[in-house]
């Protein structure tokens, strides 16, 4: 069964088309870059998977089921913006996560939050933007899901951040998961990567495994990257 | 799924709200004592202090009101947040279908609405309290007599019915009201540009061609219908029946709102 | 601090080669259990499968074995661990043949370069 497939995916805005027919199947346990400058459609792809937006035309499927409640409680999304209830505290968003989150691994949380020697009452309106973000990318790294998404993970961020993200991504994840991060930052992320897609104005033009691309070009996915996408 | 939406967003609106209800409470009461000591001193109070007194009962009789509007506000504001503010690639992603979400966004906002409709007639029971209490014991006793009559008369023209057709034709229509607001939320969302605005004009529309269907239907849904009691000299069983064709009428407005709002939900959600 | 990796070689080959360094050079010594696939992965800043077809072309070069219920161990081969070191150092030697080539020394200009630089 695939994990995570689309037929002829398509999103039109009006006149604009941001994904173009896209036909995909993904396996499990492997982490999958989705790769493409700003406005390639990344972002309309992840959130199409996540029932964040519905398709002009086109099937799209997570193990074989249509997007709704029940994919929901398979896929762990971390979208590019900060998505945290202010009022909470972190305990109290630690329960509303387990809450509704069956697969949610509370205990895998806790410990990789500790290292940031917040309070647990600390309320999460006086966090740092960068505490923010850990947070938000220890909750879905602990859930133990079927898919990953993560939009951009990496973006705006310092070579150290950087480090930790990638390194908690690689320790925490789920391994029979699909990881699909979107990023246009392709030499932090490409020892990771089992596989890429390129994806150019809403058409994924490449789809290979890493090491064939290195072995078969000569060049890094970085540098193939540059050269594909050269204005 | 949907009681643990319920839930949290009771939580939510409840930190928001309550400070303001306490708030209102304890003015209420500051005020029923002013008025007792008033009535105590018999007015034998000067000037300023009545200027002080004016501006005491015009504040309190703006909380009275605030409270509920604030209220409302708070559920409209809450509702756009959570669902279309950057709270909502939480709130969308949760593994919960569109009615549970829906429907437990409606009953914890009805709640919050019925909570601060009742907690004003808490503050304005507490003012007239404090008057009673301060009454003399001869116009404490007064005032019992009156009420026990008036108990009796309702009693005996059905009014104890009448007053439970009016609380259950009330909260319907706190329920169709957090809808209809939900249902303008959404379609000022379909928008790029002035989704207020949109919401506002559609909140006129869908009032304007409410009303006409209620006179259409010759479904009297506000407080006209009680006129009719007092004018006429109706009998109160004819005043009950004709209230329940208004109490379906709203219910089936909520219903048609909730599945409209459900399908713009699920199918026109398109986040930043 | 993860790996670095150069660009034009599948990362699986490069790090076959940075575990045989260190094996030749006594890092871990013969007969001692190596990281499990993902531990080292995690070090290492790689996808663990790609850290998977490492192990596995060590273990078909025969420079480590498994123990089906404890996990990787380096070679006690000492023959194979010795052929090993032979392998990568001529590797080592005809990288810098071919640069000092580059630079225009003779064979013999090079020996003597190799000898006086011991010296000093």
């Given at each position: 069964?695939?994990?995570?497939?689309?037929?002829?995916?398509?999103?039109?805005?009006?006149?604009?088309?941001?994904?173009?027919?896209?036909?995909?199947?993904?396996?499990?346990?492997?982490?999958?870059?989705?790769?493409?400058?700003?406005?390639?459609?990344?972002?309309?792809?992840?959130?199409?998977?996540?029932?964040?937006?519905?398709?002009?035309?086109?099937?799209?499927?997570?193990?074989?089921?249509?997007?709704?409640?029940?994919?929901?409680?398979?896929?762990?999304?971390?979208?590019?913006?900060?998505?945290?209830?202010?009022?909470?505290?972190?305990?109290?968003?630690?329960?509303?996560?387990?809450?509704?989150?069956?697969?949610?691994?509370?205990?895998?949380?806790?410990?990789?939050?500790?290292?940031?020697?917040?309070?647990?009452?600390?309320?999460?309106?006086?966090?740092?933007?960068?505490?923010?973000?850990?947070?938000?990318?220890?909750?879905?790294?602990?859930?133990?899901?079927?898919?990953?998404?993560?939009?951009?993970?990496?973006?705006?961020?310092?070579?150290?951040?950087?480090?930790?993200?990638?390194?908690?991504?690689?320790?925490?994840?789920?391994?029979?998961?699909?990881?699909?991060?979107?990023?246009?930052?392709?030499?932090?992320?490409?020892?990771?990567?089992?596989?890429?897609?390129?994806?150019?104005?809403?058409?994924?033009?490449?789809?290979?495994?890493?090491?064939?691309?290195?072995?078969?070009?000569?060049?890094?996915?970085?540098?193939?990257?540059?050269?594909?996408?050269?204005? | 799924?949907?009681?643990?939406?319920?839930?949290?967003?009771?939580?939510?609106?409840?930190?928001?709200?309550?400070?303001?209800?306490?708030?209102?409470?304890?003015?209420?009461?500051?005020?029923?004592?002013?008025?007792?000591?008033?009535?105590?001193?018999?007015?034998?109070?000067?000037?300023?202090?009545?200027?002080?007194?004016?501006?005491?009962?015009?504040?309190?009789?703006?909380?009275?009101?605030?409270?509920?509007?604030?209220?409302?506000?708070?559920?409209?504001?809450?509702?756009?947040?959570?669902?279309?503010?950057?709270?909502?690639?939480?709130?969308?992603?949760?593994?919960?279908?569109?009615?549970?979400?829906?429907?437990?966004?409606?009953?914890?906002?009805?709640?919050?609405?019925?909570?601060?409709i009742?907690?004003?007639g808490?503050?304005?029971?507490?003012?007239?309290?404090?008057?009673?209490?301060?009454?003399?014991?001869?116009?404490?006793?007064?005032?019992?007599?009156?009420f026990?009559q008036l108990l009796k008369q309702a009693r005996e023209y059905g009014f104890f019915q009448l007053f439970a057709q009016a609380v259950l034709g009330t909260v319907i229509g706190?329920?169709?009201?957090?809808?209809?607001?939900?249902?303008?939320?959404?379609?000022?969302?379909?928008?790029?540009?002035?989704?207020?605005?949109?919401?506002?004009?559609?909140?006129?529309?869908?009032?304007?061609?409410?009303?006409?269907?209620?006179?259409?239907?010759?479904v009297q849904n506000s407080f006209d219908k009680y006129h009719g009691l007092v004018e006429k000299h109706q009998d109160v069983s004819v005043v009950i029946n004709n209230g329940w064709s208004g109490i379906i009428?709203s219910?089936?407005?909520?219903?048609?709102?909730?599945?409209?709002?459900?399908?713009?939900?699920?199918?026109?959600?398109?986040?930043? | 601090?993860?790996?670095?990796?150069?660009?034009?070689?599948?990362?699986?080959?490069?790090?076959?080669?940075?575990?045989?360094?260190?094996?030749?050079?006594?890092?871990?010594?013969?007969?001692?259990?190596?990281?499990?696939?993902?531990?080292?992965?995690?070090?290492?800043?790689?996808?663990?499968?790609?850290?998977?077809?490492?192990?596995?072309?060590?273990?078909?070069?025969?420079?480590?074995?498994?123990?089906?219920?404890?996990?990787?161990?380096?070679?006690?081969?000492?023959?194979?661990?010795?052929?090993?070191?032979?392998?990568?150092?001529?590797?080592?030697?005809?990288?810098?043949?071919?640069?000092?080539?580059?630079?225009?020394?003779?064979?013999?200009?090079?020996?003597?370069?190799?000898?006086?630089?011991?010296?000093?």
């Amino acid at each position: 069964m695939n994990r995570l497939s689309c037929t002829n995916l398509t999103k039109r805005y009006g006149r604009l088309t941001a994904l173009n027919g896209i036909t995909l199947e993904l396996q499990p346990g492997k982490i999958i870059g989705l790769l493409g400058p700003n406005g390639s459609g990344k972002t309309t792809f992840i959130k199409l998977f996540n029932g964040l937006l519905q398709p002009t035309a086109g099937e799209l499927l997570i193990d074989g089921m249509p997007i709704g409640p029940d994919t929901k409680a398979e896929v762990a999304y971390l979208p590019d913006n900060d998505f945290l209830p202010e009022y909470m505290t972190i305990k109290g968003f630690l329960d509303y996560y387990e809450d509704f989150f069956k697969d949610f691994d509370r205990k895998r949380a806790e410990k990789l939050l500790e290292p940031l020697g917040l309070p647990l009452s600390q309320k999460i309106k006086t966090c740092s933007k960068g505490t923010k973000e850990k947070i938000r990318l220890i909750v879905t790294l602990s859930r133990r899901a079927k898919v990953y998404f993560l939009d951009e993970p990496i973006a705006g961020v310092d070579p150290a951040a950087r480090e930790y993200i990638l390194k908690t991504l690689v320790e925490n994840y789920a391994e029979d998961a699909v990881v699909i991060l979107s990023t246009h930052l392709i030499s932090d992320v490409e020892p990771i990567l089992d596989d890429v897609l390129f994806i150019k104005n809403g058409n994924i033009v490449l789809h290979e495994e890493t090491d064939s691309i290195r072995e078969r070009t000569g060049k890094s996915v970085d540098e193939l990257f540059r050269e594909e996408f050269r204005c | 799924m949907l009681i643990k939406i319920f839930k949290y967003d009771f939580l939510e609106s409840g930190r928001k709200l309550l400070p303001g209800i306490l708030a209102m409470l304890l003015l209420s009461l500051a005020q029923g004592i002013v008025l007792a000591y008033n009535l105590v001193k018999k007015n034998a109070v000067n000037g300023s202090l009545q200027i002080i007194f004016g501006i005491l009962i015009v504040v309190v009789t703006a909380f009275i009101i605030g409270i509920i509007i604030a209220a409302m506000i708070i559920q409209i504001t809450q509702y756009n947040s959570t669902i279309y503010g950057a709270r909502g690639h939480l709130t969308n992603v949760l593994p919960v279908n569109t009615s549970s979400m829906l429907g437990g966004k409606l009953l914890s906002a009805s709640l919050w609405v019925l909570i601060s409709i009742m907690v004003s007639g808490i503050a304005i029971a507490i003012i007239f309290g404090c008057l009673f209490l301060n009454l003399g014991a001869h116009d404490q006793e007064g005032a019992r007599q009156i009420f026990s009559q008036l108990l009796k008369q309702a009693r005996e023209y059905g009014f104890f019915q009448l007053f439970a057709q009016a609380v259950l034709g009330t909260v319907i229509g706190i329920v169709e009201l957090v809808i209809t607001l939900y249902l303008c939320v959404s379609l000022g969302q379909l928008v790029s540009k002035m989704k207020v605005l949109v919401g506002i004009v559609a909140f006129f529309v869908i009032s304007f061609i409410e009303s006409k269907i209620d006179s259409l239907l010759q479904v009297q849904n506000s407080f006209d219908k009680y006129h009719g009691l007092v004018e006429k000299h109706q009998d109160v069983s004819v005043v009950i029946n004709n209230g329940w064709s208004g109490i379906i009428v709203s219910l089936a407005f909520a219903v048609i709102f909730f599945f409209i709002t459900r399908w713009l939900l699920s199918r026109t959600l398109n986040l930043e | 601090m993860p790996w670095t990796f150069e660009n034009g070689i599948p990362i699986y080959r490069q790090l076959t080669r940075r575990i045989m360094v260190l094996i030749a050079s006594g890092s871990y010594k013969p007969g001692d259990k190596l990281p499990s696939v993902r531990d080292l992965a995690i070090e290492a800043g790689v996808n663990p499968n790609t850290m998977q077809r490492a192990y596995s072309e060590l273990e078909q070069s025969g420079v480590i074995y498994t123990e089906r219920t404890s996990g990787r161990y380096v070679t006690d081969d000492l023959k194979k661990l010795t052929a090993l070191r032979i392998d990568l150092s001529t590797e080592e030697i005809s990288r810098l043949y071919s640069e000092l080539e580059k630079l225009g020394l003779s064979d013999d200009e090079i020996r003597k370069a190799v000898i006086d630089y011991k010296r000093n």
